[in-house]
Structures are given as structure tokens and as C-alpha cells.
């Protein structure tokens, strides 16, 4: 069974430090991994997806990376905004179950002005 | 596109009533999920479907739970009889199989 987890649970930090948010996850046989971002009462807004073949990708301010072969990616988030203050969701899809995706529990994030 | 469509975006219900969700994907999705998030449990999947056949539905907590995906673009979540437990939010999302799945806003179940 794959499990995905995600450290720090929280983040509070004052706008326009650089961040590093951490997932982890237990089977390396992935077939991609994404990154989402969740709004207090809101659903799940995808942020970048990193195909298995693929080391990293980025978005604006955002840059994912994916290490296949130790279990891990990184959402590193530049110049943080008050904006960029909610919670941040990694999921992985296995290849032996195209489709499933395994969530991690999130970092919840707080940028303070 | 107008993105994944869920209804109603809030239920309020008593225990033993029926409740049914409706979740309508992106045109083209060949794939359908349905999920469930509670601060207890995180987010689960709850069930799958590929080309409208159910794939996966080892999430359904009980058989009081039932999804169907009678075409390309419907699918139902229901709870007969819904219990308190049952109270989350429920989210749909679709995507061509194994890109990038995309959510709805979600069905926020209270169930008193």
C-alpha cells in the first residue's frame, strides 16, 4: 500500500521568505505525482504535475521536484505571499492503478505580512 | 470549460434519510473519482471509475453507500440510510487517465 506523508503538518512564516515543503512516499513505483492547494472551506485547486520520468516543474513562483528512487518531492514556493496561505496536498498515482491517487494529510501554510 | 460540477454544494439532513450527490466531470474525462475528506481522516477515495465501470470501490465505508455513472457525464454518490459518521465533505473530480485530475468544490454533508 502506498503511504505518502508530508512535513511540516504547519508552516507559519513572514511574507517573502523562499519555502521547502516536504512528501514523502513509501513505493517508488509511481507513475506521476501531483501538488494541490487547498483553501480554507474550498476544494482542492491543482497546483503542478511531475510526471515519473520527469525531475521537477514549475509554475511562476512555484518549482516541484520529484526523486523517484528515495520516495521524495519538494514544493519549493519563492518569495511568499500572504496569498499563498492555505493548505498543500501531495498526491501520488501508482502505475499498477492508473488513476488512484494517494494523498498525503498536507502542510498547512501561513504567510504573515 | 466550466470545470467539475457538484450538487447541491450544501446538505443538511437527518439520520436515516436518504441523500443523494451529483457530480458532473470534464468533457472528455475519461475518468471519475469520488472522495471524501473529515479533519479525523484526511482525504479517502471512496470510488473510482474508468469509461463509466466502477474500477475500484474498496473506499465504500458500507453498503449503505452507492455511486453509478449511468453516462460520460453523470455520476451519482448516495447514502441510504445517512448516519452522523457520514458527515464530510465529498468531492468529485475527473481527469484523462493518469493526468492531472481536477476537483470540484465539493458537497459539504451534514447529517444531524
Known amino acids: 500500500k502506498q503511504e505518502v506523508t508530508q512535513i511540516p503538518a504547519a508552516l507559519s512564516v513572514p511574507e517573502g521568505e523562499n519555502l521547502v515543503l516536504n512528501c514523502s512516499f513509501t513505493?517508488?513505483?509511481?507513475?506521476?505525482l501531483q501538488w494541490f492547494r487547498q483553501d480554507p472551506g474550498k476544494g482542492l485547486t491543482s497546483l503542478l504535475l511531475i510526471q515519473s520520468s520527469q525531475r521537477e516543474q514549475t509554475s511562476g513562483r512555484l518549482n516541484a521536484s520529484l526523486d523517484k528512487s528515495s520516495g521524495r518531492s519538494t514544493l519549493y514556493i519563492a518569495a511568499s505571499q500572504p496569498g499563498d496561505s492555505a493548505t498543500y496536498l501531495c498526491a501520488v498515482i501508482r502505475g499498477s492503478t492508473l488513476g488512484r491517487l494517494y494523498f498525503g494529510r498536507g502542510t498547512q501554510l501561513t504567510v504573515w505580512p | 470549460d466550466a470545470g467539475v460540477i457538484q450538487s447541491p454544494r450544501h446538505e443538511v439532513t437527518e439520520m436515516g434519510q436518504e441523500v443523494t450527490l451529483r457530480c458532473k466531470p470534464i468533457?472528455?474525462?475519461?475518468?471519475l473519482f469520488w472522495y471524501r475528506q473529515t479533519m479525523m481522516r484526511g482525504l479517502e477515495l471512496l470510488i473510482y471509475?474508468?469509461?463509466?465501470?466502477?474500477?475500484?470501490d474498496s473506499g465504500m465505508p458500507e453498503d449503505r453507500f452507492s455511486a453509478k455513472m449511468p453516462n460520460a457525464s453523470f455520476s451519482t454518490l448516495k447514502i441510504q440510510p445517512s448516519e452522523p459518521r457520514d458527515s464530510a465533505v465529498y468531492f468529485c473530480?475527473?481527469?484523462?487517465?493518469?493526468?492531472?485530475?481536477?476537483f470540484g468544490p465539493g458537497t459539504r454533508l451534514t447529517v444531524l
Open positions: 468533457s472528455g474525462h475519461n475518468s
Open positions: 473530480a475527473s481527469t484523462s487517465t493518469g493526468d492531472e485530475q481536477f
Open positions: 513505493d517508488s513505483a509511481i507513475y506521476n
Open positions: 471509475f474508468n469509461n463509466n465501470v466502477p474500477i475500484d
